[in-house]
């Protein structure tokens, strides 16, 4: 793979010929498998929407603003791409961005194809998904996707190597900075709309970060979902116990946001 890198970019012929390392060979399977997996995240994230394609997406902008009685509402989103940033057009990263007045808030706390993390730079962020011939290491320093990798601990390296590369960021995200904005978003939430609800255990800190929140405003939870049954009983029983909600604050739809949004 090394012999086979082609542009200005290298990653596999970096670690090849210019930063051996003492690793095991566990640890560079390790190592390039989470890189292989951050590139096909990436490329398979990195969507451009049609005009065709917006108008779900504009319906459930328009649900939310009549909801949220037309104040700007807050979106936490877990997705890679940025096909809600699309359709909202007017946005900004907190944690990452300033606060812009007027501006939809979309907070990422897994990362986005449209950031980018440099060695020892803050993470920034582009209007477009960054390119994958764009990302690897140039004269020494490592470019990436700042996604968190899709490995059990949400990191691409064990921390060592992180720390090594200069790549802290990349593993928690600015620290706490962005967990503390979902902190802050939920807790003074009068009303949360959950669009799918599927955390597994390797969102541990997402979880914690929910519990910890206790909204103090909160008047209504709104599930929504394409589950029946069971399925929903549990989903409505973890919100429950993480908001500290009774369940009677917690209205449920099943048939799937796609239907929610044209009623």
Same mark, same amino acid.
């Given at each position: 793979m090394a012999n086979q890198e082609k542009g200005k970019f290298k990653y596999y012929s970096y670690y090849l010929r210019e930063a051996r390392q003492a690793g095991t060979p566990y640890q560079y399977?390790? %190592?390039f498998a989470g890189w292989e997996l951050r590139k096909i995240a990436a490329t398979v994230y990195s969507k451009r929407l049609n005009e065709h @394609?917006?108008?779900?997406?504009?319906?459930?902008?328009?649900? $939310? =603003?009549? $909801? *949220?009685?037309? @104040?700007?509402?807050?979106f936490i989103s877990f997705n890679y791409d940025t096909l809600l940033e699309q359709a909202l057009e007017n946005i900004y990263y907190p944690a990452l961005?300033?606060?812009?007045?007027? !501006?939809?808030p979309v907070l990422k706390p897994h990362g986005s194809v449209n950031w980018i993390h440099t060695n020892n730079k803050p993470i920034s962020s582009r209007r477009t998904p960054l390119p994958i011939d764009e990302i690897g290491f140039l004269e020494?320093? $490592? /470019?990436? /996707? *700042?996604?968190?990798?899709? *490995?059990? =601990?949400?990191?691409?390296?064990? %921390? @060592? !190597?992180q720390l090594e590369l200069g790549a802290s960021e990349v593993g928690n995200l600015y620290g706490n900075r962005i967990l503390n904005e979902f902190d802050r978003m939920l807790r003074e939430a009068d009303q949360i709309i959950i669009i799918g609800y599927s955390f597994?255990? &390797?969102?541990?800190?997402?979880? =914690? &970060?929910?519990? +910890? *929140?206790?909204?103090? =405003?909160?008047? +209504?939870v709104i599930l929504i979902d394409k589950k029946s049954g069971n399925n929903v009983e549990k989903s409505m029983s973890a919100i429950s116990s993480l908001l500290k909600v009774p369940a009677d604050k917690i209205d449920v739809y099943d048939d799937g946001v796609e239907n929610w949004i044209n009623i």
């Open positions: 399977l390790f %190592m @394609d917006k108008i779900p997406y504009l319906k459930l902008i328009e649900k $939310l =603003n009549t $909801l *949220s009685n037309h @104040d700007i509402p807050n961005d300033p606060e812009e007045v007027g !501006k939809y020494g320093v $490592l /470019h990436q /996707h *700042s996604i968190i990798g899709l *490995s059990f =601990n949400k990191i691409e390296f064990d %921390m @060592d !190597k597994p255990f &390797a969102d541990t800190h997402i979880r =914690n &970060a929910i519990h +910890k *929140s206790r909204p103090i =405003n909160l008047k +209504k």
